[in-house]
């Protein structure tokens, strides 16, 4: 085994989640008005040190981050605005900014970090609290504009540590209580939208599409709890469906990649309304399933999906998520099953293809799936043999009667011969 191989697996090993892909909404006060607002998802990856060896946490910013009201502010004559977000167990993310008067920018990135949280730092070697700092970050936009910037783009911060924002929007000095509808674009969104750059003419000879990869194998993939229970559990084959600029076609293609599941990588989280389920394939790709109950009808759904890839010959890392989502709905206290094949849209861009799936986020007992709520596609599947089988009864039926119909008849006529 290659020592990038087996460093990678390491890595996968220990990739944990602590919470969702989704986005959070920041926001920094003085008084009613609203000075910094923030809307995010966030992703670390942080190398730390066991007792023999070094390792890599990966994990999400939670959805049940928040903004430290103590330390963060609007800003006065004598300091900069600077927001707090803190969360899990004595961690916190920090954006400090400052401005010149026509472009305001994020003037450092502050990464705080506590090595006893062993549910992300697992075998850590210290139990301090880390506090690294970059104080160059290149988020920068005009005055009473937002920034956006959907592309993921990655801050190395200090030794080991970086932080990775997606579908970002941010504003700060602002005019008003909300983002303002003006937008300073990110140059990797402004990749995506216009030409491809030339310098990245590739010498080689186009390659030809890949072929078709089939149907997907099933994989079989689980979430445990703290407890070590398991509490999430899926069973189906993924296929994705993304359209994305290749470089080396130097146009937009649409792929079809399957999920294998021994190349893929599990985590997720359990929450008593939420869980979700990560799946990361050889650290290019990154599939996240988020499902909500809802317990006032006891009833379960797949809300969100988010895809993160980075594939070589994508001229930017490809982020896609929708949170608005309702698919594999299903019963608390059941599994959702689905053989037949189902296409998912997530956006115009990303489709997600589900084969012969089981699934149940919540209320798993004993590691097993309880009694499935087959999907309707199935159930009318199903209906097809019996429907024919009926109508074959029914066809032996009619020539049986006509049989005898018919015996009866010649044997009358017998009689009057
Ligand atoms: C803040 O809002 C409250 C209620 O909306 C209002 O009573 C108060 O005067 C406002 N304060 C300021 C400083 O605008
Ligand atoms: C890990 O240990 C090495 C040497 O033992 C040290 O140089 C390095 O700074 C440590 N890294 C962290 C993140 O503590
Ligand atoms: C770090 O985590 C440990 C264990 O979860 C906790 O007891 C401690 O208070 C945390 N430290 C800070 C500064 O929050
Ligand atoms: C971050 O930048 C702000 C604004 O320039 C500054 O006030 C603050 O002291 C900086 N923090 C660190 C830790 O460098
Ligand atoms: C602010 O900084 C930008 C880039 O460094 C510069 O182009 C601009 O002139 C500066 N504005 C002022 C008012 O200094
Ligand atoms: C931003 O907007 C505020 C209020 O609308 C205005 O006073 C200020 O001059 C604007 N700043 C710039 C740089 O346009
Ligand atoms: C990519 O295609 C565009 C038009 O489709 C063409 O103008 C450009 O030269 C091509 N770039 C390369 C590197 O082939
Ligand atoms: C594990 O924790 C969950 C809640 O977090 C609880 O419902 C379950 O009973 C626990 N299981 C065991 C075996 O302790
Ligand atoms: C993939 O998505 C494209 C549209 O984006 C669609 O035309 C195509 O049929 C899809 N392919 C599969 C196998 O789902
Ligand atoms: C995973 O399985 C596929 C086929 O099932 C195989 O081609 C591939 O080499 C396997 N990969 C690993 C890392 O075992
Ligand atoms: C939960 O289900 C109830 C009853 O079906 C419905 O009225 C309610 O809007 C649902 N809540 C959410 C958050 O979807
Ligand atoms: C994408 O991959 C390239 C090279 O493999 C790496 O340099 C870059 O940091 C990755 N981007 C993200 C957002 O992970």
Redesign the pocket.
């Known amino acids: 085994m290659k020592l990038s191989h087996a460093l990678s697996v390491l890595i996968i090993a220990w990739l944990t989640v602590i919470g969702h892909t989704q986005a959070v909404t920041l926001e920094v006060k003085t008084g009613n008005s609203t000075c910094i607002k923030a809307e995010l998802s966030a992703s670390f990856s942080i190398t730390y040190n066991t007792s023999t060896s070094t390792k890599t946490a990966k994990f999400f910013l939670p959805d049940s981050s928040m903004v430290d009201a103590s330390s963060s502010s609007c800003g006065t004559d004598s300091s900069s605005p600077w927001l707090v977000v803190v969360f899990g167990p004595g961690h916190a993310l920090g954006l400090g900014f400052s401005t010149n ?2 472009l305001y920018s994020v003037a450092n990135l502050t990464l705080q970090y506590n090595l006893s949280d062993t549910l992300i730092f697992p075998d850590a070697g210290s139990s301090d609290v880390v506090t690294v700092v970059s104080s160059s970050v290149g988020i920068w936009a ?3 504009t937002t920034y956006r910037c959907e592309s993921p783009s990655n801050f190395s911060v200090g030794g080991g540590a970086s932080v990775t924002f997606s579908g970002m929007r941010l504003e700060a000095y602002m ?2 209580n909300d983002l303002s509808a003006t937008e300073s674009v990110c140059t990797a969104d402004q990749a995506i939208t216009t030409a491809p750059p030339t310098t990245a003419a590739p010498t080689t000879t186009p390659v030809a599409p890949p072929s078709p990869p089939g149907t997907p194998e099933r994989g079989t993939y689980s979430v445990n709890n703290i407890n070590g229970s398991v509490c999430l559990l899926a069973r189906m084959g993924l296929q994705l469906n993304v359209s994305y600029f290749s470089l080396s076609q130097n146009k937009t293609v649409t792929e079809l990649v399957n999920l294998s599941p021994n190349e893929t990588s599990v985590s997720g989280s359990c929450e008593p309304s939420s869980a979700s389920l990560v799946l990361t394939q050889e650290q290019v790709t990154t599939l996240s399933l988020t499902f909500t109950l809802n317990s006032t009808s006891n009833r379960y759904h797949l809300s969100g999906i988010t895809l993160l890839a980075n594939w070589s010959d994508m001229t930017a890392p490809f982020w896609a998520s929708n949170t608005s989502l309702d698919y594999l709905r299903s019963t608390l206290g059941r599994s959702y099953m689905c053989n037949a094949e189902q296409t998912l849209a997530v956006v115009p861009t990303f489709s997600l293809n589900t084969f012969r799936v089981q699934v149940q986020p919540f209320e798993v007992t004993t590691n097993q799936f309880a009694t499935a709520e087959e999907c309707q596609i199935d159930q009318t599947q199903m209906l097809i043999p019996i429907i024919v089988g009926a109508a074959l009864a029914g066809l032996v039926l009619i020539v049986l009667i006509a049989y005898l119909i018919g015996r009866k008849r010649s044997h009358a006529g017998y009689q009057t011969i």
């Open positions: 008067g026509s005009t005055m009473n005019p008003q």
